[in-house]
């Protein structure tokens, strides 16, 4: 069975009641995948994360049995390394159609649940908050009817006043984007307000929230020949300032708001071949201020990216990605807030450990650590998905580290080398001085040549002479780029 093959090969699985946690890590920087699903040959699927103040990590997903007409909506609280605090507990406790989930924590550190569910008007919306101990203070009930059918639920975010906010697709004369708005104990603010035209179906749409509570929303339409990414904003009274703003090719986005207010949104483009993921920003105004740019390789096919933001202000995305041939995962890329690289995209859940792994969903907690979690289909890849999380440290990967620590080196190099008659000293101190010195030592270590330095990079002319001007014999020489706190050598060679 392939379960025993990657049990076999890949893993050893170290079991306990509460999780199961695989004996490896990768990448570096990243933690080893736990399951956080019970090994009972059922599906669970659609997971999305959230973390509270003591950065425990709050993950909910579904049981997928939507199929049968019945589905249950469950949740586990983990830890900040993955330990389990609460195993997978039922939240929805019915036997209807529970299905797609999405989770906030609030201000209080209580746990707003809204999951797509059943009403008398057809499917609609339902609501649940848990204290932080995981006891109820609102039980599972009708937030909103739907109308005919609701699928799926495009995101929630919690304003500054905790009110709910939720984007969500129901069929009405057409498919339309539907926005509504909770009190923080469930109860409808905005019932119900479609926000797409009329006159074109929308769907997969994203949500975030802004520091005056102004609402973003993006979606996908069909008003022209391909998917349009369009955008609507709404101010915190559900008035709508932004009707509606075609921005790009595109669907599925993932939105988020950072301090100076500026939109940042990940998404789905169909490129020149494959689908990839693209980044772009708004202002306020709703015009683009970066304009989209493609961030996964374009020989992958990638879809459902997620995004989330440090307290520094630095973007976490993530995506899954798969080429149909031998190479499939979840790729992660960390970017400023002008959308280039911090950390290049890169592969933290992959092929063969990994088996169709889907729908990943990153938060960040107060410590700037990352919480991914996803389902993948590695237990049984014929029949089953679960759920798998992971903890990415931020900072972050072997590759950035050494990129931080090149930063604060001094660095020297010379050229030509060897050399005969002079060879150019190219020189940057740290970010922190100005000053520092050069010195050349002979094969004895004795000092020849000292150059005092003012400024912080710049090139030297070194004409094989030590300080008296006397002309040195060929050999090897040692160069020493040194300042108050660090140094940094190079070894040349003078041939006559």
Known sequence: MMR?????????????????????????????????????????????????????????????????????????KRDSLGGCLIRETDISNNISYSVGPKIAVDASNNIQFIWEDETPQGLGLWHAKLANDGSVIISPHIAVSGNNDLSPIGGIALNRYQEVNISWNEIAANIQITYTKLDSLGDAIIPKMHISPDSVFAYWSGIGVDSFANVHIGYRTNRTSTDSLAYTKLDKDGNILIEYKVLDSGLLPSIIVDKSQNIHIVYPHHGTTNWVINYLKL?????IIVWPKTLSPTHHYSMNPHIAMDSLQYLHVVWNFNNWVDTMGIMYTKLDTLGNFVIPPMPVVYWPIAIYPALPRIAVDRNNRLHLVWMDQRLDSAATEDIFYKRGENEQTVRELERLKAQQKPQICAFPNPFTTQTKISFSLSQETEKGKIEIFDILGRRVREFFINNRSGTIQWDGVDDSGAIL????????????????????????
Request: aromatic share 14%.
């Open 4 to 76: 025993n093959k990657l049990c076999h090969l890949f893993f050893y699985c170290l079991l306990s009641t509460d999780y199961c946690l695989l004996s490896f890590a990768y990448p570096p920087g990243w933690s080893d995948d736990i399951l956080l699903t019970p090994e009972d040959m059922k599906s669970r699927i659609d997971p999305d994360v959230d973390v509270d103040s003591f950065n425990n990590v709050w993950v909910v997903w579904d049981s997928a049995t939507w199929a049968t007409g019945t589905g249950e909506v469950l949740y586990s």
């Open 283 to 287: 202002d306020q105004q709703g015009n």
């Open 473 to 496: 014999p060929s050999g090897v020489y040692f160069m020493r780029l040194s300042h108050a706190k660090s140094s940094q050598s190079v070894t040349v060679v003078l041939l006559r």
